[in-house]
């Protein structure tokens, strides 16, 4: 199995930044594809941006284009999502996820692993 741990989540006045971490462990050979997606209260999961194993293709919504960028560090087994110029409306609960399949999926469905979340606040 594959455990996801996400960290760096917390408040942060409108306008600001947060870099989130995702770190893998378990059998990490078995990830490629990782993704972050959110939830914000009442509403469904929602994916945010996703990367392949190499770095080399990364997929993001339209909300996080030019604002969010999605990395990833291998040796470390860890993925990054570096947001700026954040709005209330990101505010939302951020899941990592991982993926076997090494093409790029924007569905909760298509992703086999889950990291528990971290919380998000932007205030306005």
């Known amino acids: 199995q594959v455990q996801l741990v996400e960290s760096g989540g917390g408040l942060v006045q409108a306008g600001g930044s947060l870099r989130l971490s995702c770190a893998a462990s378990?059998?990490?050979?078995?990830?490629?594809?990782m993704g972050w997606f959110r939830q914000a209260p009442g509403k469904e999961r929602e994916f945010v941006a996703a990367?392949?194993?190499?770095?080399?293709?990364?997929s993001y919504a339209d909300f996080a284009k030019g604002r969010f960028t999605i990395s990833r560090d291998n040796p470390k087994n860890t993925v990054y999502l570096q947001m700026n110029s954040l709005k209330p409306e990101d505010t939302a609960i951020y899941y990592c996820a991982a993926r076997r399949l090494n093409n790029l999926r924007i569905s909760a469905y298509d992703y086999d692993y889950w990291g528990q979340g971290t919380q998000v606040t932007v205030s306005s």
């Open positions: 990367v392949t194993y190499t770095g080399g293709s990364t």
């Open positions: 378990g059998r990490t050979f078995s990830i490629n594809v």
